[in-house]
């Protein structure tokens, strides 16, 4: 009974460690500046930036959604094993 205490344990170390890491994922946007184009480059740029920090925003929520769910199972496991 004292491993599966011992991996309870583990995994919530792990899912701690995974949601603090996310917490601190930043994404600090960059301002680059370029000359006017008449070609349209920077409104392509800044909608890719834009779409690149908003894919990077939702992947953290997910993450971060994830290790809620896994720790409210591990929670259950632990009730029911006590």
């Not at 996310?22 to 779409?51: G, R």
């Not at 959604?65 to 259950?76: A, D, F, H």
């Amino acid at each position: 009974m004292s491993d599966t205490k011992t991996n309870y344990v583990k995994a919530q170390s792990l899912l701690k460690q995974l949601k603090q890491q996310t917490e601190n994922l930043t994404t600090p946007k960059s301002n680059p500046e370029f000359p006017t184009s008449k070609l349209n480059f920077l409104d392509k740029i800044t909608s890719i930036e834009q779409s690149y920090y908003q894919a990077i925003e939702h992947h953290k929520y997910s993450l971060l959604s994830i290790e809620k769910q896994e720790s409210q199972k591990l929670r259950r496991l632990i009730d029911e094993d006590i």
